[in-house]
């Protein structure tokens, strides 16, 4: 089934989603200023007190902002919509909406294995649903555009990053000293898709 985009609601629909689910990031520090207050803890007290929840806030900001990107430059790509399109932009916005929630378990359990995994593995979920999302436009020319069409470059990008995503997941598995640095090895992803471009490319040729 293809869909027209006229009248499009499925990206502000979406973007609506990401927008709740930022706001959700921060409603638990905000309930962290009257319980200090209550216990007598100064202004300073908010901050100090709290640094792992507002860690665990940055970093799943930065997350959820650069999902949006990913997801907000592929659209720019899509002329039409298709069943397999919107089931897989569901799934990226169920892993969107969840990620407070290992956010918030991340503040209070910090270290702890099952919480660091709980929270890639949710990453690596949305990741992963951006690549299929990429892939069924790729592969669907009732739903590419036809005058700008997805590049081969933001495929292999979104395929490398859930790539390193899983590689991340079982590292903190199997390491699990190593937990949420494993997210570090995301820096790793241009150039895995630099390497990937020129061995498709050279085949090519």
Do not use: K
Request: hydrophobic content about 55%; proline content about 6%.
């Amino acid at each position: 089934m293809i869909i027209s985009r006229e009248p499009d609601r499925l990206l502000p629909f979406t973007d609506a989603i990401v927008a709740i689910a930022v706001t959700l990031l921060v409603l638990p520090l905000v309930d962290v200023v009257p319980e200090t207050a209550r216990r007598g803890g100064d202004a300073v007290d908010v901050v100090t007190e709290n640094r792992p929840e507002i860690v665990g806030f940055l970093l799943s900001f930065a997350v959820i902002i650069r999902l949006w990107l990913a997801h907000h430059r592929t659209f720019q790509h899509v002329r039409a919509y298709s069943t397999p399109l919107i089931m897989w932009n569901i799934g990226w916005l169920l892993a969107i909406i969840v990620l407070p929630f290992p956010t918030e378990m991340v503040g209070v359990y910090g270290d702890d294995t099952f919480t660091a995994a709980f929270y890639i593995g949710t990453v690596l979920v949305a990741s992963a649903c951006q690549t299929a999302l990429d892939l069924v436009i790729r592969r669907d020319p009732r739903v590419e555009s036809e005058d700008d069409p997805l590049t081969p470059e933001l495929v292999t990008g979104s395929a490398a990053a859930t790539l390193i995503l899983a590689v991340a997941l079982a590292l903190a598995l199997a390491l699990p000293a190593l937990n949420y640095w494993t997210l570090l090895l995301l820096f790793l992803s241009p150039v895995l898709e630099r390497a990937w471009l020129r061995h498709h490319y050279r085949r090519r040729t």
